[in-house]
């Protein structure tokens, strides 16, 4: 394992400001710091009581007989409890009376708005689930899901959890190839995909792409197609139905299913340092718990905020707190279908005007993008509805820190940095905003129940200021359960790189007041544009195509996408390496988003005399650093030489 840090950690290192909430947003904040002090002592002195309190604001089929049980690496929560996710986001609302508020406000990149009251959303939920039956979907089978932002989106997974199947949502960025494979791995029969979705005005062509996938995808039975752009795909009959034939035919009459606590709720593909994607499992209760209290305690949401969240739901953040989080506390939720910058880089600041959004939830690349543009964008729009200002995806430099602060939130909404997984499954590590001033570049405190700290690669605690590698010591409601078909893989990288402890593969430093400052990765995963992307998988792509005999991906910092993809490429004997078809060929395998932003040609890769290739070297080169470190343990330590002196192409 090697460590990275990025240039601007510099400046977080030397960051010392300190941003209290304002005295209006924190004489009325959910949490203040008596409650936070005391819940969090409870949580982790007493969970079995702090969790099963939390749970019991829920509703259950049958109650649990035991809140955890722990076999170390395995957890199970509300032992013996039955409910469901969908249940409780959308029938338990309307029986307390939330029937006729807004659940989903969704604005298509093209302007179009279609609002879902929460009785609304419920009905067509139960058509979706009534359709998946009819489908011959079972509970316990997975459904795969490739669509665009659009309501139906959130409409299949909750008519997914309905049934008691797994969906496993792909990103619709990703790849033909990329597709087939998690439809392959999570052996699902349906897919629900869209003919398109709008980006940058253009239609992507998800029908096109899920047919391709379809060829080899031998168990895949059928494709569910939203139409969401008139384009009218050629359609397989026997294969391919409409989404609004079978969802408009279906009976609107069903109840949801009691699942076991444990019963698995979804599959999502995430990048690790070694091989192919791992699916990661979530199950249904205390995901349910964790990302029902993470939202209400961490954006001190209320009735009549309006929460937006602009990730994609092909991502953790979308399914926690786009989806389920929030609708499992009864918010109004807005969901945006395109790019920030359609028609211009206005947009989000359009759609906080228009709607009048309280509580907005972004990544630092989007903050950065934006930033670039200049003031006068947000400066032309009315801001005031926003209350409170959310950060994911990656660490956020101290200056994108204020000028969101400053700017988007008029000096008046607290930002909370938040930090946590696709495998947490929620908000791990955050200031609460009203109860712990903020530090600009830290995420801070440890969420309920979180146990976190800062170790050596042996085990052994930090304290306070010294770096090291971020844990958690012991299991939390909303963690990961398995890596879908291969737990032994599971156990290695959580719970076997460090004994006894969850080890989230970040580097991070802890300061006196116990706020915890997230450094990046510090295994072979990059994050480009909060996007998370396995070195490996796009050597392999590379090695894929004919012309590379060998490729070594690092990440090079980036302003504005926090970390760029960097390939150094050997060619195959007598060829000649093109870079155009090279990225093609990338875009093809993988997803634009893996795509290099500079390819380095060269005749050989610094290598130690048994063969590995030396990546640390390869970062400061592609960083244009100095290079520092032993070279001799290296076969040819002049490799290095020429490499630097290579111009990217
Ligand atoms: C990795 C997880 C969390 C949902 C979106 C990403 C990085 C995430 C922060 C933050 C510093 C962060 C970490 C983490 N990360 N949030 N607030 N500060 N780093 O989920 O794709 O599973 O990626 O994103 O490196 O390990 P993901």
Redesign the pocket.
């Known amino acids: 394992m090697t460590t990275h840090p990025s240039d601007h950690i510099d400046a977080m290192l030397h960051e010392s400001r300190v941003i209290p909430a304002s005295d209006t947003f924190a004489a009325q904040a959910r949490v203040t710091r008596e409650t936070y002090d005391a819940m969090y002592r409870q949580s982790i002195d007493d969970p079995d009581t702090f969790w099963a309190d939390v749970a019991g604001e829920l509703d259950w089929m049958a109650p649990w007989t035991q809140v955890l049980d722990w076999q170390e690496p395995h957890a199970k929560w509300f032992v013996g409890a039955q409910t469901n996710i969908a249940y409780n986001a959308l029938d338990r609302n309307v029986a307390r009376g939330l029937g006729t508020k807004r659940a989903i406000v969704w604005e298509g990149e093209d302007g179009e708005v279609r609002t879902y009251t929460y009785s609304e959303l419920l009905t067509e939920v139960k058509k979706a689930a009534n359709a998946l039956l009819g489908l011959g979907v079972q509970a316990g089978d997975r459904v795969t899901l490739y669509l665009p932002m659009i309501p139906e989106a959130a409409i299949s997974m909750l008519a997914c959890a309905r049934i008691g199947a797994a969906h496993s949502v792909v990103f619709g960025g990703f790849s033909v190839s990329a597709l087939s494979d998690r439809i392959n791995d999570a052996q699902s029969k349906v897919l629900i995909t869209a003919d398109g979705g709008l980006r940058r005005g253009n239609l992507v062509p998800l029908k096109a792409n899920a047919d391709a996938a379809a060829q080899n995808a031998p168990g895949l039975e059928h494709i569910v197609v939203v139409n969401r752009g008139g384009s009218n795909p050629p359609m397989q009959a026997g294969r391919d139905v409409w989404w609004h034939d079978v969802v408009g035919a279906a009976s609107d009459a069903h109840e949801a299913l009691a699942v076991d606590s444990e019963h698995p709720l979804f599959i999502l593909y ?1 990048s690790g340092s070694t091989g192919k994607p791992k699916g990661v499992l979530h199950t249904t209760g205390g995901y349910m718990v964790g990302t029902y209290l993470t939202t209400r305690t961490v954006f001190d949401l209320r009735d009549d905020d309006l929460y937006w969240c602009t ?1 994609d739901v092909g ?3 979308g399914h926690s707190y786009i989806v389920y989080g929030p609708l499992l506390n009864g918010a109004t939720v807005l969901m945006y279908e395109g790019a920030p910058n359609q028609p211009d880089w206005g947009r989000f600041w359009d759609i906080v005007q228009k709607h009048g959004v309280t509580i907005l939830y972004t990544a630092p690349t989007a903050i950065r993008a934006i930033m670039r543009q200049g003031d006068e964008y947000p400066n032309r729009y009315d801001l005031s509805s926003l209350r409170l200002l959310g ?6 430099n101290p200056e994108a820190w204020m000028w969101y602060y400053r700017v988007i939130g008029g000096e008046r909404c607290p930002v909370v ?8 499954g929620s908000i791990m ?2 200031t609460l905003p009203g109860a712990y001033p903020s530090k600009p570049g830290s ?1 801070g405190l440890p969420m309920f129940g979180v146990d976190a700290a800062i170790m050596t690669r042996e085990g052994e605690e930090l304290g306070p200021d010294d770096g090291g590698l971020l844990v958690i010591k012991r299991p939390w409601p909303s963690m990961l359960r398995t890596v879908y078909g291969d737990d032994a893989r599971y156990q290695k990288a959580y719970w076997g790189e460090i004994p006894h402890v969850y080890f ?3 580097g991070a430093r802890r300061d006196g007041d116990g706020y915890y400052t ?4 510090v295994d072979d ?1 990059l ?1 480009v544009s ?3 992307l396995g070195t490996m998988e796009i050597e392999s792509a590379l090695v894929a195509h004919p012309s590379v005999s060998e490729a070594a991906v690092v990440g090079k910092p980036d302003d504005v996408k926090g970390e760029c993809v960097v390939a150094f490429v050997t060619p195959q004997g007598g060829q000649t390496v093109d870079p155009a078809a090279l990225r093609a060929h990338v875009s093809k395998e993988i997803g634009a988003l893996a795509r290099p932003d500079a390819i380095i040609i060269a005749d050989a890769l610094p290598k130690t005399r048994s063969g590995k290739i030396m990546r640390r070297f390869l970062r400061q080169i592609a960083a244009g650093r100095t290079i520092e470190g032993d070279t001799s343990t290296l076969e040819d330590p002049a490799v290095l030489e020429r490499l630097a002196a290579t111009e990217p192409v």
């Open positions: 995430t990730a991502w953790v953040t950060s994911v995806g990656e660490p956020i940095d938040t930090w946590w997984q696709t495998e947490t590590l955050t995420a989230a593969g970040d997230v450094m990046g990765r995963v994050n909060g996007h998370r």
